[in-house]
């Protein structure tokens, strides 16, 4: 059986590891997970204040969680769950139109939740990711 392997892209993935003990993604044999992404800019944790710019940069966070846990990125996604402090037909209209551009060759399933608050007040969504990658890393 393969063991955890975890880890955390440069920047405020690294700082979030020592201030708040999680990891951004874990790799366990061929499936990935990445812990809830949100629409932050991954190197200084500022958020854009518009829920387009942040569900565009959350979708951004998720590939790079992915890759930086040695996966391929959003091609490789079979499961997602995103949580939305307001669930209206626009934000649904963004996330679908991030789906064709990140994940053009299959519908990956999709549990989609609104929320009263996410971690941070400033957030509008978070995604979590799961992913299969059959290419060892060992």
Same mark, same amino acid.
């Given at each position: 059986m393969? $063991?955890?392997e975890y880890f955390n892209y440069e920047g405020l /993935?690294?700082?979030n590891q020592q201030k708040y003990k999680y990891s951004q !993604?874990?790799?366990?044999?061929?499936?990935? &997970?990445? !812990? /809830?992404? %949100? %629409?932050w800019d991954p190197q200084t944790g500022i958020?854009? &204040?518009d829920v387009e710019a942040q569900i565009n940069q959350t979708f951004k966070n998720v590939d790079l969680a992915l890759k930086?846990? /040695?996966?391929?990125?959003? #091609?490789?996604?079979?499961?997602l769950t995103s949580y939305h402090v307001s669930l209206?037909? &626009?934000v649904m209209k963004i996330m679908v139109e #991030?789906? @064709? @551009? $990140?994940?053009?060759?299959h519908e990956p399933l999709w549990t989609c939740v609104g929320v009263e608050r996410l971690a941070r007040p400033d957030m509008k969504v978070e995604i979590e990711a799961a992913a299969y990658d059959s290419r060892s890393l060992n």
């Open positions: 393969s $063991h955890p /993935g690294k700082i !993604a874990v790799r366990v044999g061929d499936r990935i &997970e990445c !812990a /809830g992404q %949100g %629409g958020l854009k &204040e930086t846990a /040695g996966g391929t990125g959003w #091609n490789q996604v079979f499961r209206d037909s &626009e #991030n789906f @064709k @551009k $990140h994940i053009p060759d």
